[in-house]
């Protein structure tokens, strides 16, 4: 059982880094992704994806209201 926990963890944490990586995130504060907890891996994840999706959204907006 804790085998199982520890793999999930250990797959999730490697995923966030991919994603992390793609998105052009390698270090910040001195810190290399694999240095980071799964929580700030999360948390920078979530935080990067939000900036993401409102940048598109947010200017689509102000496109259409310039015409």
């Known amino acids: 059982m804790k085998n ?4 999930a963890c250990q797959q999730k944490r490697q995923h966030l880094i991919d994603e992390l990586l793609k998105l052009g995130v390698f270090k910040k504060n001195n810190k290399h992704l694999y240095e980071w907890t799964l929580q700030d891996l999360e948390e920078e994840y979530v935080q990067l994806k939000q900036v993401i999706w409102i940048q598109p959204n947010s200017s689509a907006g102000k496109a259409s209201q310039t015409f």
């Not at 199982?4 to 793999?7: A, E």
């Open 4 to 7: 199982n926990l520890r793999n």
